[in-house]
């Protein structure tokens, strides 16, 4: 398991009967986690301090309750700043543990331009762009693709906050996969390809997206973007029920056949830190494909 330890913003204080709780800045929430499965006592007195608190309902979806949080705050982890929006189905805006692969992918991207190569990043399904902060701090330009035009705003706000606003970011509202089939066409290459497709989701024009049914496809498609010179490509999923090594399986399979034995494989879940018990929560699965040199 890979962890996001190097948080400063963002603490995992405790987790117990199908929920978090979290310190965000400077404020305490408390969200659901189906991983969290065990009942453990809740001897923590910030149980009873969370400024915000999503609640489930039994008839679908649910809703926070407020108790001073505020419509939105900002958070940093090292020299990049989010904003975050409390937001439905529990979200905030950012995935913690998803700064594991920020990491991963940062130090590959600075290596490749520290030996006098370039980085050009896809970033698909890219939400309100963590790893295109990232990458686009360690010096890659960055195409970032996502079917909802508000997170992608939310996107553009994030690099600003990140002192970003001039980085080489392309931003575009559109359906993954129908954009990597006109990057194809287009013979645009790529030196890194990131991927976090949702479980189920609609594109702008309607069209439905089943992770199971159709991440093969798509991560064929876009293996034909990667550059003869490639660096990565990494895929994440929270689906329930799809191991990390079937999706490395799956990853490894899809790559072309001359590139398949030029690199690593790497699959495995990512993990929080819990304050309270030292242990690490599962939080998502990961797998990426890393070029030899």
């Known amino acids: ?58 008839s679908g979806g649910g809703a926070w309750t407020n108790y001073g949080m505020p ?63 990232a990458a686009a701090k360690a010096g890659a330009a960055v195409c970032h693709v996502d079917a909802a035009k508000g997170m992608v705003q939310a996107a553009k706000e994030n690099l600003a906050l990140s002192g970003l606003s001039d980085a080489p970011v392309r931003y575009i509202v559109d359906d993954c996969r129908k954009f990597v089939e006109r990057e194809i066409r287009r013979g645009r290459k790529y030196h890194g390809i990131i991927m976090d497709p949702p479980s189920y989701g609609r594109g702008p024009g309607g069209e439905v997206w089943k992770l199971e049914e159709a991440a093969f496809g798509l991560i064929s498609l876009a293996a034909k973007l990667l550059a003869d010179e490639p660096l990565f490509f990494l895929i994440n999923s929270y689906t329930t029920g799809i191991s990390p090594s079937s999706m490395g399986y799956m990853l490894q399979s899809c790559m072309p056949e001359g590139m398949r034995s030029c690199g690593k494989m790497i699959a495995d879940e990512l993990g929080i830190p819990v304050k309270n018990s030292g242990l690490v929560l599962p939080a998502g699965a990961s797998a990426i494909w890393i070029a030899d040199k």
């Open 1 to 58: 398991m890979r962890a996001s330890e190097n948080w400063q913003d963002y603490t995992l204080i405790d987790a117990s009967d199908g929920n978090r709780l979290e310190v965000w800045g400077d404020y305490v929430l408390i969200r659901p986690d189906p991983q969290v499965i065990w009942d453990t006592p809740k001897t923590d007195p910030l149980w009873k301090k969370a400024h915000g608190i999503y609640r489930r309902s039994k």
């Open 71 to 133: 419509d939105n705050w900002c958070v940093t982890y090292g020299d990049l700043t989010f904003k975050l929006r409390p937001m439905g189905f529990k979200h905030t805006g950012l995935f913690p543990e998803q700064a594991a692969n920020w990491d991963l992918t940062s130090s590959l991207i600075r290596n490749r331009i520290k030996n006098g190569g370039e980085v050009s990043v896809l970033n698909l399904f890219a939400y309100t762009g963590g790893a295109t902060a």
